[in-house]
């Protein structure tokens, strides 16, 4: 089973900025696409934002021109560049990748690493 790694979570203070990584377990060989969500406490899980096997890359509204996704989901790797950081984005973020296999979507999450926010 592929599992998902990330990392880089700390105390950041507002107005910060934090680098997250993720990577595979194992090589997904036929992977579409990797990215981010986050979670934050009594909320539902939100979509942060992805990059495709094309370099396309794709961001919710709420973190456009803060956040940068890069990576070479070839090789499984992903990163999140945040600026700009606000208390409101204080999280567990979770990185995910796709793949297509014999015509089955497959989906994989990391474990999560925890994003705090404060003065």
């Known amino acids: 089973q592929v599992q998902l790694v990330e990392s880089g979570g700390a105390l950041v203070q507002p107005g910060g900025s934090l680098v997250l990584s993720c990577a595979a377990s194992?090589?997904?060989?036929?992977?579409?696409?990797m990215g981010w969500y986050r979670q934050a406490p009594g909320k539902e899980r939100e979509r942060i934002g992805d990059?495709?096997?094309?370099?396309?890359?794709t961001y919710a509204d709420s973190v456009k021109g803060r956040f940068i996704i890069s990576g070479d989901i070839a090789k499984n790797t992903v990163y999140l560049q945040m600026n700009s950081l606000k208390p409101e984005d204080t999280a567990v973020y979770y990185c995910n990748a796709h793949e297509l296999q014999f015509g089955r979507l497959n989906t994989y999450w990391g474990q999560g690493t925890q994003v705090t926010v404060s003065s």
């Open positions: 194992r090589s997904i060989f036929s992977i579409n696409d």
């Open positions: 990059i495709t096997s094309g370099g396309t890359t």
